[in-house]
């Protein structure tokens, strides 16, 4: 009998230790049927090796080591809340919920409530316990204006009715409206929904004037105060603009009595260099100084991974595809900067923006185009028949001089009767990326298009364009399984600090954001959702960017994985700048002595390409 099945209380008492009859059952329905699933494939290796320190880069100091208030939507934050462990979680490849920091769980009939048992063995970082208390204070934290983030403040006000406390291990979290089974266990895992533990223990003696659970002075206080975690990895040294290091909690990590963490996180160290320049940071791998680096941008690939290093099979490349959700993205259009609130405008930058041409001369063919500016591979949520905007600058053409822009100048650049220049800044966050904007500045010239380049370095990029400084944001947003629509198009969020990097605003568009989100019925909800996607369409505020189906990372030879290397939701191998990773990764320190010893003695191996295609599309 498989136990990821539905049963009674009784009958999961006789079938599995993990979802043992408690004590207090009798204050639970006398219906409930829990949930569990430890029947899914693993996905590391047994041959995984302990020990080792993982010597990675960030191209910049994060602003922040909060994961929640102003700055911290970037950075480090994977580390601090996203990759960490959360209630329940999918399988990265079958996509089944696994248990996480909850054992087993179970749907109460309002299609609202859910129960959850906690693992009695999780513990922080700091050796405390992992209790309901954590989940109650986890309400008041992100329900508090001291965290000053209107996102969370919304989410756990408008979305989560209530959180409660059955005993130290069992919890009950309500939402707010009804929906299906999946849904809810869903919005309780996305990682951006932030519903995880929070450290009760680690905000006990706070100054709390307002009594609402926080620290009144929590931004600046905890600004470079790294809370304790669930994870396998804290905090452990700061070196302010220079590097940060994260440290294994040890062999008795919590996680380890769970299969599905097995083998995984195997390196004892996680060190981050701020390294700003990527060429800069490719020599230092080369050199032998980082472990791993990815090779992303086509011309690394195809080009600057065939030096020595990789002749000499010191240095291995891999070439893994993968089947994650791809997030809204491509080029944003900032509604409420002068210019843009005209959507003749709008749809002349969409025909002007020639991303088909940028993948096939600048990207070698090698990625896709995205059907839709909110992204793909969210199932029947998407629409069948989205097919991105082709770069037609004639059409563009028409649209500006419906919007006035009628004159060319000697530059080629159109101008309206008052003398106004049709051009706008695009901002982006990575050098590596000055060719392909540059690419879309030279073609949109044909449609008498000025596109300026406005490299922000970093997180200082991401900074900028969620303060509405940009006009032109070039982004890729990350994305679950369900869409995501109100943080990027409800009114509400046409304001600083906030996911709605086009200030849209529209009435229409808040009224059908509500009713997908009240919606229970998934056929339906999905509708909604296809009608959502086409009034984006509609209002050109986005055009659909490029996609890469896959990760492509080089790695001295030291390095090990399983076979095959990637699950369906491997976004990248190694742990990088903004990824823990599933941290199936080992370091083998007997290949690294040999393969140091090698080259000291001019002794080389046969180069290799690993190339995993099990998920290519």
């Known amino acids: 009998m498989k136990n990821n099945n ?4 009784s009958v999961v008492a006789m079938a599995m230790a993990a979802v043992t009859l408690p004590a207090w059952a009798t204050q639970l329905p006398a219906d409930l049927a829990w949930e569990s699933n430890w029947d899914e494939p693993l996905f590391a290796s047994k041959e995984a090796k302990r020990g080792g320190t993982y010597r990675s880069y960030m191209r910049s100091f994060p602003q922040t080591l909060r994961s929640v208030g102003p700055d911290a939507n970037s950075g480090l934050r994977q580390y601090f809340m996203d990759e960490a462990p959360k209630l329940v979680q999918r399988h990265p490849t079958t996509g089944k919920w696994i248990p996480q920091l909850a054992t087993a769980w179970a749907f109460g009939d309002d299609h609202k409530t859910v129960y959850f ?3 009695p063995k999780a513990r922080w970082s700091d050796g405390e316990k992992v209790t309901a208390d954590d989940y109650l204070f986890m309400l008041k934290y992100y329900r508090s204006k001291d965290i000053i983030d209107p996102w969370y403040n919304d989410f756990f006000n408008n979305h989560i009715d209530d959180v409660k406390k059955i005993d130290d291990y069992t919890i009950v979290i309500t939402a707010k409206v009804a929906k299906s089974d999946d849904e809810l266990l869903y919005m309780m895992s996305l990682p951006s929904n932030g519903l995880q533990p929070r450290p009760a223990h680690f ?9 609402d659970g926080m620290d009144d002075n929590f931004v600046r206080k905890f600004n470079f105060k790294a809370e304790p975690t669930t994870g396998p990895y804290y905090l452990d040294k700061v070196k302010k603009g220079k590097s940060v290091t994260f440290k294994h909690v040890g062999e008795d990590w919590w ?38 680096f990815r090779l992303i941008q086509p011309e690394l690939w195809h080009e600057k991974s065939n030096t020595a290093p990789y002749q000499q099979g010191y240095i291995h490349k891999l070439w893994g595809y993968n089947a994650v959700v791809q997030g809204a993205g491509g080029l944003w259009m900032n509604t409420a900067k002068p210019m843009l609130d005209d959507i003749n405008v709008r749809k002349g930058i969409t025909y002007a923006t020639d991303y088909d041409g940028l993948i096939k001369n600048v990207l070698r063919g090698d990625y896709l185009r995205k059907p839709h500016g909110l992204g793909t591979g969210h199932g029947d949520y998407d629409r069948p028949d989205s097919v991105p905007p082709t770069f037609l600058p004639e059409k563009a053409v028409t649209y500006f001089e419906k919007a006035g822009y009628t004159t060319i100048g000697a530059d080629g650049i159109r101008l309206n009767k008052d003398g106004q220049r049709l051009s706008f800044a695009v901002t982006y966050s990575r050098p590596a990326r000055t060719p392909r904007v540059a690419y879309l500045k030279e073609q949109a010239k044909q449609a008498g298009l000025e596109l300026t380049l406005n490299l922000v370095d ?16 070039y982004l890729t947003m990350g994305g679950g399984k369900i869409p995501a629509y109100w943080e990027y198009l409800h009114s509400v969020n046409a304001k600083p600090q906030t ?14 954001i509500a009713a997908y989100l009240a919606e229970f ?53 190694f742990s990088n700048e903004g990824y823990l990773t599933l941290g199936t990764y080992w370091i083998d320190s007997d290949v690294k002595k040999q393969t140091k010893s090698a080259m000291k003695k001019k002794q080389t191996f046969d180069p290799v390409v690993v190339v995993d295609d099990t998920y290519k599309p």
């Open 117 to 119: 048992q906690l693992d």
């Open 203 to 211: 905000f006990a003696k706070v100054k709390d004037e307002n009594n």
């Open 255 to 292: 996680g380890y009595s769970n299969k599905y963490y097995q083998h995984r996180y195997n390196v004892d160290k996680i060190r981050l260099r701020v390294i700003r320049d990527e060429d800069i940071a490719k020599k230092h791998f080369e050199k032998g100084d980082l472990d791993a």
């Open 458 to 473: 970093g997180s200082s990029a991401f900074k900028y364009i969620l303060e509405k400084k940009h006009e032109l944001a």
């Open 521 to 573: 019925d998934t056929t339906k909800k999905q509708a909604i959702s296809h009608d959502i996607q086409q009034m984006v369409s509609d209002a050109y505020v986005i055009v659909p960017g490029y996609m890469a189906p896959f990760t492509r990372e080089a790695y001295w030879r030291w390095m090990k994985f399983p076979t095959p290397a990637m699950t369906k939701d491997t976004h990248y191998l």
């Open 499 to 512: 996911n709605n990097h086009t200030n849209f605003r529209s009435p229409a568009m808040d009224e059908k």
């Open 6 to 9: 539905k049963y009674a209380l």
